[in-house]
Nanobody, 132 residues
Framework: QVQLVESGGGLVQAGGSLGLSCAAS????????????MVWFRQAPGKEREYVAG????????NYADSVKGRFTISRDTAKNTVYLQMNSLKPEDTAVYYC?????????????????????WGQGTQVTVSS
């Protein structure tokens, strides 16, 4: 099993920045990490959960949704088993619960899979609120 724990959410004014972290643990992750793709999704009230960004554990290739491209940066620290999402130039429409997720078959599937069903492991989510 893999456990994902997000942190770093909060309240920020429009135009501000916020950083999220997702710590991964579990024997499965430690053994097969190089095959994983880690992603961030978000879900605003009354809306579907949507893909935000993804990164391959091996090589660190990245992919972004058009809505965040140029403003958000996903990265990972393989020594700490942690994925980050740096969010700049935040807008009120970025307000959502942000979830970290993992695809243990990501190396074969690729980093641009927007389907929620492709990700086997999910964190509990962290709230990000952007005030106007």
């Amino acid at each position: 099993q893999v456990q994902l724990v997000e942190s770093g959410g909060g309240l920020v004014q429009a135009g501000g920045s916020l950083g999220l972290s997702c710590a991964a643990s579990g024997r499965t992750f430690s053994t097969y990490a190089m095959a994983y793709v880690m992603v961030w999704f978000r879900q605003a009230p009354g809306k579907e959960r949507e893909y935000v960004a993804g990164i391959s554990w091996s090589g660190g290739r990245t992919n972004y949704a058009d809505s965040v491209k140029g403003r958000f940066t996903i990265s990972r620290d393989t020594a700490k088993n942690t994925v980050y999402l740096q969010m700049n130039s935040l807008k009120p429409e970025d307000t959502a619960v942000y979830y970290c997720a993992a695809d243990p078959n990501g190396a074969a599937r690729g980093i641009g899979d927007y389907r929620r069903s492709s990700y086997d492991y999910w964190g509990q989510g962290t709230q990000v609120t952007v005030s106007s």
